[in-house]
């Protein structure tokens, strides 16, 4: 079906931070699939695990244990506020468990009529019925029918909107620690402080999506560990197979009480392929200085980037992010430059309020770096004559 407008190439091969296109191009890939190949292509240590793995057993069920997902679950509780993780394919779904979570918690508690989330303004969870009532773009929505029921969108960043729009039907808080489609929007470490405040004054559970923010794009293993809040459930999945389809809800033993078997399940959720392939990327990502590394790579590309706005300001308009992910803010449009970029051989991603997204392996090192950046100058050159 005809669902994606795409670009008119195609890749056959991936090495570490580079693309190649089949009419023989080289590109580097500072779009990591959209955030999902944290470690790059073709990593040794992921395809050593993905091939074990293949050679011994693909599948079985959740109906049995499955010794790889424990040991994946093991080590997110470890390394997380979490005690307990359900696994499933994809954001939506990590986002979708997180949701039903959240309601059955309520009703558990004896307060089925709590099920409404406060969510916000370009913000994105995805693309299942509950996901887009979720997010906040309409276009996402047009011609689907009634939305799901049960969200309620205020300003991103507005805690006096989130006071007032809060009911006795409420459950629970869903945020983006940087909004992703959105455009690389950061969300304001205090205003992540205060809705944890706001949730314990009136009993929400506060949910933070972190499956584009998380498993190291940020320089920590969860976004939100740079506010210092506590969530009691997050959402998973991008980066977390390192280009193997996973995804993962992750909450506290309390907000996920009313999780018993029957209540929520997943065919191939974590199956032994999916979780051997996470618990590779996760022996990469928790290794001794790899998310230091990550942090120093995104000092340099903001220091790149914002040098760049100051001598294009007709072109970009301002920088933002953190970590290995950040978003070029245009003043013309970004489909342009994201275009432009690709003539030069950079994949970008474009987000919404005119951004253009950098997301690249999490492997990318200073040459890398200052490759792209050498590109987009180019770009802004362009555009700026
Ligand atoms: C990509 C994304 C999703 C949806 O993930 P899929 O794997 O496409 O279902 C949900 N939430 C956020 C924040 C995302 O960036």
């Not at 805690?159 to 304001?188: C, F, L, Y």
């Not at 950079?346 to 050498?374: C, K, M, Q, W, Y």
């Amino acid at each position: 079906m005809p669902s994606y407008g795409r670009t008119d190439i195609a890749f056959e091969k991936g090495e570490g931070p580079y693309l190649y296109s089949s009419d023989g191009r080289k590109y580097l890939d500072f779009g990591a699939g959209i955030a999902v190949t944290a470690l790059g292509h073709n990593h040794p240590h992921l395809v050593k695990a993905l091939t074990d793995q293949a050679n011994a057993l693909w599948h079985t069920s959740n109906l049995y244990h499955i010794p790889q997902q424990q040991r994946l679950a093991d080590r997110l509780v470890e390394t997380s506020f979490a005690d307990r993780v359900f696994f499933c394919n994809s954001g939506a779904e990590a986002v979708e468990a997180s949701i039903k979570l959240i309601r059955k918690y309520h009703s558990t508690n004896g307060n089925p009529e709590r099920y409404r989330l406060i969510a916000f303004e370009g913000s994105f969870h995805g693309r299942t019925l509950a996901t887009i009532a979720a997010g906040a773009n309409d276009a996402h929505r047009a011609g689907f029918g009634p939305a799901v029921d049960g969200f309620d969108h205020v300003a991103f960043g507005n805690m006096n909107e989130v006071r007032n729009i809060a009911s006795e039907e409420t459950a629970g808080v869903m945020i983006e620690p940087i909004q992703g489609e959105g455009g690389i929007r950061p969300a304001d470490h205090q205003f992540l402080r205060d809705l944890r405040t706001f949730c314990d004054e009136v009993g929400l559970l506060l949910m933070f999506d972190e499956v584009q923010t998380g498993v190291g794009r940020t320089g920590r293993l969860w976004a939100h560990q740079w506010s210092g809040v506590t969530p009691d459930v997050i959402s998973s999945a991008k980066g977390l197979g390192g280009g193997f389809p996973i995804g993962a809800c992750l909450a506290t033993a309390e907000a996920s009480k009313g999780i018993i078997p029957g209540t929520h399940g997943s065919t191939f959720g974590g199956n032994p392929l999916a979780a051997a392939c996470a618990n590779a990327v996760l022996d990469v990502v928790l290794e001794d200085g790899f998310l230091e590394r990550v942090i120093k790579m995104g000092e340099l590309i903001e220091k790149e980037l914002t040098n760049l706005v100051l001598q294009y300001p007709k072109v970009i308009k301002s920088v933002r992010g953190e970590g290995m992910m950040w978003g070029l803010k245009c003043e013309v449009p970004n489909s342009e430059i994201v275009a432009k970029a690709l003539d030069y051989g950079l994949l970008t991603v474009p987000a919404g309020d005119n951004v253009v997204r950098f997301l690249p392996p999490l492997i990318a090192d200073e040459s890398h770096v200052r490759e792209a950046v050498v590109i987009i100058e180019h770009c802004a050159q362009e555009f700026a004559t």
